[in-house]
Structures are given as structure tokens and as C-alpha cells.
């Protein structure tokens, strides 16, 4: 079963009193252990499917399911779950606390769900990116590659069914970038996770199972390996 399904769906937003279409009946289907990438030019809808498919915003026609839930028609208390439980993000800016250390940064999601072991889920997944020794530093203490596998084990702390990355190598470096991708990548794959990675990097398109083109809102094109 699809862990993100997108069925006709259209977004549409006001500006300046006029109607702007950012979706336009978006038929997409990602499957555990996929990656996908969203390429094309900014304003083209990529970071808009990203925040519909995170239940971040919601569709003005057509439904978005989450591992079978639709986001719509959907009470505050069940949205918070499903993002909490379902769903990990991945941001270009990192968005880590700067006053908590990696490992503290890593283990806020699961305190603050009332979870048990969070010290230890949290200590087995900065291993899991490759930041033995690392756990006690404060982000600016960190390598912005290193940030950024932090924030990536941030996000999967939760064992999420879907991640979500918005430009995740684009205030990184190429050789950077490229090992950030390759570990995306292989979590995707250990973790059975559906990842989407909004994206302007031709290295970041070329690792991905399926490239997905959008133009002007529209699903101009769909590239599988």
C-alpha cells in the first residue's frame, strides 16, 4: 500500500484578491522503501506538495492520504498525532535548537511524546548517521554536514512511515551534499520509509527510484528507474 497518495488534488491560495493555483490535480503514489524526487523551477509547487503531504496544509480539492489517513476532514488532536507518528521532516536550514546538544536535539520529539528509552532511541540513531562522539556538542559545534545528519536522525527518531526532505543539501557543499544524499538513501531503504525530496541538485535527482517534474503546478513528467 502507498504510504503518500495524492488523488486530483488542487491547491489553490488568495494573493493581492486573486486566486493562484500552486497544485494542479496531482496524481501521486509513493510505496515504503521509495525515494522520490521533486524537481523543477521555484514556484513550480515542489515545497507546496511537500507541506500537503506532511499535513502541514491541506488540499482545496481532491484528498491526500498518509499511510491510509486522509488529511482532511481531520480533528486538530488527530493531525498532531499523525505528524508526530508518521512523519519526519528534514529542513535546508537544519532548524535545530542551538541552546541543546545533538543528542538532546535528537531526543526532544520522544520526550515530548511521553516516550520511554528516549536517551537511548536517540543515542542508536546518531550512530545510525555516523555521529559516534558527537552526541554532547551544540549545533555550532557541528559541521553543517554534521547538522544536517542530525536533524535527519532527529527526524527519523520517531520511526516515521514518511520523510519529507525540502532542499536538504542546499546550504552544503557537493562532497557534502552527496553523502548526506547517499545516507538518505540508504535509510530509506533500511527503514522502509517513503521519502520525497524537493529539490533543485542533479545529484539529489539522479539517486532517486522516481523524478517527478512539475511545471506551473502540474506533474509535467515522471521518471522511474
Do not use: W
Not at 22 to 46: I, N, Q
Not at 67 to 84: A, E, N, P, V, Y
Not at 88 to 95: A, H, M, R
Request: charged content about 20%; proline content about 3%.
Amino acid at each position: 500500500m502507498a504510504l503518500v497518495e495524492f488523488r486530483n488534488v488542487v491547491k489553490d491560495y488568495a494573493s493581492d484578491g486573486q486566486k493562484v493555483r500552486a497544485l494542479d490535480d496531482v496524481l501521486l503514489s509513493v510505496g515504503p522503501g521509495e525515494l522520490v524526487a521533486l524537481v523543477g523551477r521555484s514556484g513550480c509547487g515542489k515545497s507546496t506538495l511537500l507541506n500537503l503531504a506532511g499535513a502541514m496544509d491541506f488540499p482545496t480539492f481532491g484528498v491526500v492520504f498518509i499511510d491510509g489517513q486522509s488529511t482532511s476532514g481531520t480533528s486538530d488532536q488527530q493531525l498532531t498525532q499523525l505528524r508526530r507518528d508518521k512523519v519526519g521532516f528534514v529542513f535546508q536550514s537544519f532548524q535545530l535548537l542551538h541552546t541543546l546538544s545533538a543528542v538532546e536535539n535528537v531526543e526532544l520529539p520522544l520526550l515530548l511524546a511521553g516516550r520511554s528509552n528516549a536517551r537511548e532511541s536517540a543515542l542508536g540513531h546518531l550512530r545510525a548517521v555516523q555521529l559516534d562522539g558527537l552526541e554532547q556538542r551544540l549545533p555550532h559545534q557541528l559541521s553543517g554536514g554534521q547538522m544536517q545528519r542530525v536533524a535527519i536522525a532527529r527526524a527519523l527518531v520517531n520511526s516515521p512511515k514518511v520523510l519529507l526532505a525540502d532542499e536538504p543539501t542546499g546550504n552544503l557543499d557537493t562532497a557534502t551534499g552527496n553523502a548526506i544524499l547517499e545516507l538518505l538513501l540508504c535509510l530509506t531503504r533500511d527503514q522502509n520509509t517513503a521519502t520525497l525530496i524537493a529539490t533543485h541538485s542533479a545529484d539529489a535527482a539522479a539517486i532517486a527510484d522516481v523524478i517527478i517534474t512539475l511545471r506551473d503546478g502540474k506533474v509535467a513528467d515522471i521518471k522511474r528507474k
